[in-house]
């Protein structure tokens, strides 16, 4: 299979302007279908904000994301409801539902979207938690579960539907390294047997290089590298490099922007 | 100048959270259909907005009738007048205080939950996780509860008013001794269906939409943070009493005035 | 989802308490039943004056409510008030020469008409007039004759 010819979606030009602040300026993106592609950058870099641009929550201030050639921007409620169904995005929380059980919130998608009989729901979700290894905590309650089993079980719910893709937002931030090496291999297992694209954002290095087919470094609303993990760690871009091996500064300066450091010492701060 | 422009802005941001939650109210309303399908998410509802809500009013509500058989009778008894007491407390629990109390009671218990429940699942993600399951919150969530809040405040205030009534009942004839066949007959014959009794129950159903509506709509509208859920909740009990107040003064003149 | 059934069961209970308080309010608290409870055989009385009487007034006897007032009517021959009354099936055993007043309960109350059974054998039966009846008391009128009386007692002591 020849790259870039089957690409689940497609983003062009997009650009996304939050007040006057610009979040994207016109990147083009490539998510090819059946891969790992990994978004990558610094924090506040608006990578959250690609996936609900992706999924729709938000439309941008210009330029097109085709998912499985449907222009998301330009979908009305219901249409774009109905692809929802075959995305499954992971929330950084887990996004539990939190008066309901495992079971329950793993049979949520079932339930309202599926007109299935309850038993059959029942062999749906035990599929689904046995898949996450979290089988045996079905009677739990969201608050009983420690960070990385509501991802798990946050995991088990997206793929409830059998969506043609998943959407992982930061699924190892806070994560002790353990969690993170099941999560790490739980998200490649699901893409291999399931058959399904994912987007992974994440700004751990290690972990999303490990299993990512694809990367794009995203910097100040443009896109300053792509390539494979292997492709990326060889750039001769500096940023990209720095990025990459996490040195404090570079070409990604270490201060947010500012006046002068003297003059701001000795004015008196008559501004405020 | 710098005061000027505050102003201006704090009236602009005003405004339009207002339409924001009248926009938020018709968005409700169009989701109130499908609920028919989803009976058990209304019951689910009703419990925590309602059955949750009847001991604190229970027992507001004996204790109101009771206070009124109390402070009624002191003053009636002056008059040789004590027969009304029955009259007294009826008129004035059903016309007013089952309503308004029974809505200032909910919009403490249920109202502040309410907010806080719905700004945290906005906070925690699930109302946009919901989304991203193709699932509107506006449905799935928010209409449940503003209906059940809706159908729950009437009821809530009849309890009230048929619980104080007891009260008064308790105190009047059991303990000051007025007499039992004049404390009922005198308020069957003074306390008009239509009038009062009607009137009180409109009175609840209105008190019922506003509270609920603005309990949901600060929880909809917080600022996902706990802060803001914080500032949210108190917002709900404080815009919510006020409004109970304001409103009832609006539907009484209407009701029973000649302004 | 076992408690499911808990829930269901507690909101049932809470809208049934619910209705009850309003079917309360409506029967026991308000006027409501009066229109309902049309039972009963009717008598009326004609009085002079019938100071505040209403409709849905009590009718007593003892201080028990045997009745209430159905209607009130300004009788153009006789220029009297025609009050009539529907009174408990219950309580059928009332005398021909049962004397009907209107009483005021309390100082400021409200007025109702006070039944005086007599001593006949033959007992109230629908459609029966009560001929033996007084006047509600007006306060102007109470205190007109307890001035003139005094006025009078004055003059006679001299």
């Known amino acids: 299979m020849t790259d870039k010819q089957d690409n689940l979606v497609e983003a062009r030009g997009l650009t996304f302007h939050f007040g006057s602040r610009v979040i994207f300026d016109g990147i083009d993106l490539d998510l090819q279908r059946g891969k790992i592609t990994a978004i990558m950058g610094p924090s506040g870099t608006g990578k959250t904000t690609l996936l ?69 729901v029942r062999d749906l979700v035990l599929m689904k938690l046995e898949a996450v290894g ?39 931030t806070g994560q002790d390294p353990i969690s993170m090496g099941v999560l790490v291999k739980l998200i490649s297992d699901l893409n291999e047997v399931l058959g399904l694209t994912s987007i992974m954002v994440s700004h751990d290095v290690a972990e999303a290089s490990q ?18 993990p292997d492709e990326l760690r060889d750039s001769d871009s500096e940023w990209v490099r720095q990025f990459m091996e996490g040195t404090p500064d570079g070409p990604v300066p270490f201060h947010y922007p500012a006046g002068d450091y003297a003059d701001e010492l000795l004015s008196r701060g008559d501004r405020r | ?44 509802q009703i419990f925590s907005v309602g059955v949750l809500s009847l001991v604190i009013t229970v027992v507001a509500g ?19 007048a004590e027969d009304s007491l029955g009259v007294m407390v009826a008129l004035s629990l059903v016309r007013e205080l089952g309503p308004v109390v029974a809505a200032l009671l909910f919009a403490g218990r249920a109202g502040s939950a309410l907010t806080a429940e719905i700004g945290l699942m906005k906070a925690t993600e699930q109302l946009s996780g919901m989304e991203m399951m193709a699932v509107d919150p506006l449905k799935r969530v928010i209409a449940p509860r503003f209906l059940a809040g809706v159908l729950s405040l009437p009821l809530l205030a009849a309890i ?3 619980v104080g009534v007891m009260g008064g009942y308790f105190v009047g004839v059991g303990l000051l001794g007025v007499d039992e066949g004049a404390f009922w007959s005198q308020m069957q014959s003074r306390v ?22 603005i309990a949901v709509f600060e929880g909809y509208d917080a600022v996902p943070t706990s802060a803001g859920v914080s500032r949210a909740t108190t917002r709900t009990v404080v815009y919510a009493s006020l409004a109970v107040l304001g409103l009832d003064f609006v539907l009484t003149a209407l009701m029973f005035g000649e302004i | 989802m076992q408690n ?27 006027n409501l039943n009066a229109f309902s409870n049309v039972e009963g055989y009717e008598v009326s009385a004609k009085f002079d004056n019938i100071g505040g009487l209403k409709e849905l007034s009590p009718v007593s006897v003892s201080g028990v409510r045997i009745g209430r007032v159905t209607s009130i009517a300004f009788d153009q021959e006789s220029y009297l008030a025609v009050v009539t009354m529907t009174i408990d099936p219950k309580y059928n055993r009332l005398p021909t020469d049962t004397s009907a007043s209107i009483f005021t309960s309390g100082l400021l109350g409200e007025q109702y008409i006070g039944f005086e059974p007599g001593g006949e054998e033959a007992f109230l039966k629908e459609g029966d007039i009560i001929s033996l009846t007084q006047s509600a008391m007006v306060m102007e009128q109470i205190i007109g004759q307890f001035l003139f009386s005094k006025a009078s007692e004055g003059s006679k002591t001299e």
């Open chain 2, 160 to 162: 009230f008013s048929a």
């Open chain 2, 192 to 213: 008009d269906f239509d009038e009062d009794i009607m009137n009180g129950v409109i009175k609840s159903i209105v008190f019922g939409v506003v509270v609920t509506w």
């Open chain 1, 211 to 228: 299993i990512a087919d694809y990367i794009y470094v995203l910097s100040q609303g443009i896109v300053v590298g792509q390539g494979t």
């Open chain 1, 134 to 172: 979290l089988r045996g905590a079905q009677r739990l309650m969201p608050s009983e579960l420690s960070g990385g089993m509501a991802r798990r079980v946050a995991l088990a719910r997206a793929i409830a539907l059998d969506p043609m893709m998943i959407m992982y937002d930061e699924p190892f």
């Open chain 3, 4 to 30: 499911t059934r808990l829930v269901e069961t507690l909101v049932g209970i809470f809208v049934a308490a619910g209705f009850a308080a309003l079917f309360m309010l409506a029967m026991k608290v308000s």
């Open chain 1, 52 to 120: 609900r641009l992706i999924g729709g929550q938000i439309k941008p201030t210009a330029g097109t994301i085709h998912v499985d050639g449907q222009n998301v921007p330009g979908l009305s409620r219901r249409e774009l409801f109905e692809l929802r169904k075959r995305m499954g995005m992971l929330f950084q929380s887990g996004a539990l539902l939190t008066d309901l059980s495992v079971f329950d919130n793993v049979a949520f998608p079932l339930r309202e979207h599926t007109g299935l009989p309850e038993m059959m």
């Open chain 2, 62 to 80: 004996l204790f109101v009738g009771m206070v009124l058989g109390l402070q009624g009778y002191n003053t009636l008894v002056d008059f040789g």
């Open chain 2, 1 to 44: 100048m710098n005061s000027l422009q505050q102003l201006g802005h704090g009236a602009l941001t005003a405004f339009q959270r207002l339409g924001r939650a009248h926009l938020f109210l018709f968005a409700i309303l169009a989701g109130l259909p499908s609920l028919l399908l989803r009976l058990r998410l209304l019951i689910q």
